[in-house]
């Protein structure tokens, strides 16, 4: 397997939605309690990664496995695994070999702090494993965008925040809803994603027998939810800066408003997954490099 195979079979190129969430965690921590734990941050950064490309390599390898006879087509020709020719046993070992070590780095990290990272690691492999595996999975069902939004652009946002502040700072009620805000614009974000994926997959998925959300909302109704979870991102953004959870700088981000929609009105225009999916995939990565680089120098320099 080339280096290139194995970065399309973890789909590298969405890892963005992993990373953006920890560097907000990491933001509000020094900005909010001027406290940051490198080497728990850096082990904590690790684990998530290899975590995510276990959870999106397993969502292709079950794709690929239970695909059904009417399937057989799009199995050996769109799927990853039939298109390359790989080894199923290969894909396998590598799963297991990267969530194994995501795991072991884990429960390092929870021997370093306390049991709430536990709970919110076994919450993150739960949903982690049952987005692809098991009688129906996640991803097959109307709450693929919430779980995904939520676990990758809250939950990890929330460890980060906990893994660098759990000295100075408990984990209270307070500091949950504190966070939900501030990441408000990485979870709608990585859950348009997902949505954009299911907006052009509609006719595919009912051949695979997946009832996403797009299945019983339509279309319509979907494409203008993909519009409002921006518009309802931004909003958690100025919002957090305006109580002070975020520097004012913060507010730069607001530039990449312009890129956004642009690339939103080609998606709108039509959805085809080899054509147009790109651009939600692009918006979040737009919308992350400026999170990471103005809420960074906001956080650094104290503005």
């Known amino acids: 397997m080339s280096v290139n195979v194995f970065l399309e079979l973890v789909e590298a190129k969405a890892k963005i939605a992993s990373v953006w969430p920890f560097f907000m965690g990491l933001f509000f921590s020094y900005y909010v309690f001027g ?15 290899l975590f995510n490309m276990a959870v999106d390599a397993h969502d292709n390898y079950s794709d690929y496995r239970g695909a059904t006879a009417e399937a057989a087509e799009w199995k050996q020709k769109t799927n990853i695994i039939g298109v390359h ?5 290969l894909i396998r070992n590598l799963i297991i070999l990267m969530a194994g070590s995501a795991t072991i780095l884990g429960i390092l990290l929870v021997i370093e702090t306390s049991w709430p990272l536990l709970v919110m690691g076994v919450f ?30 809250f939950v990890i946002t929330l460890i980060s925040v906990y893994i660098n502040t759990y000295p100075v700072q408990p984990l ?10 501030t990441s408000g614009i990485a979870v709608f974000a990585i859950a348009n994603i997902m949505l954009a994926n299911n907006l052009c997959d509609a006719e595919e998925d009912k051949t695979l027998n997946r009832k996403t959300i797009v299945y019983y909302f339509g279309k319509p109704a ?25 520097p004012v700088m913060s507010l730069l981000v607001l530039f990449s408003v312009p890129l956004v929609y642009r690339n939103t009105q080609a998606f709108l225009v039509k959805q085809v997954k080899k054509e147009t999916f790109k651009y939600a995939v692009k918006n ?7 999170c990471i680089i103005c809420i960074g120098l906001g956080t650094i320099l104290g503005w």
């Open 222 to 246: 979907m494409l203008k939810a993909f519009v409002g979870e921006y518009v309802a991102g931004y909003l958690c953004l100025i919002a957090s800066v305006i109580l002070g959870y975020l």
């Open 35 to 49: 406290q940051v734990n490198w080497p728990l941050a850096v082990t904590f950064f690790v684990a998530m990664l």
């Open 284 to 290: 979040a990565l737009i919308m992350a490099l400026f």
């Open 85 to 89: 020719h790989l080894s199923v046993k």
């Open 172 to 181: 209270t009620w307070s500091l949950f809803f504190k966070v939900l805000l």
């Open 124 to 153: 993150c492999f739960l949903v982690g494993y049952c987005y692809s595996a098991g009688p129906r999975p996640i991803s097959t069902t109307p709450f693929g965008e919430a779980f995904s939004g939520l676990t990758m652009g």
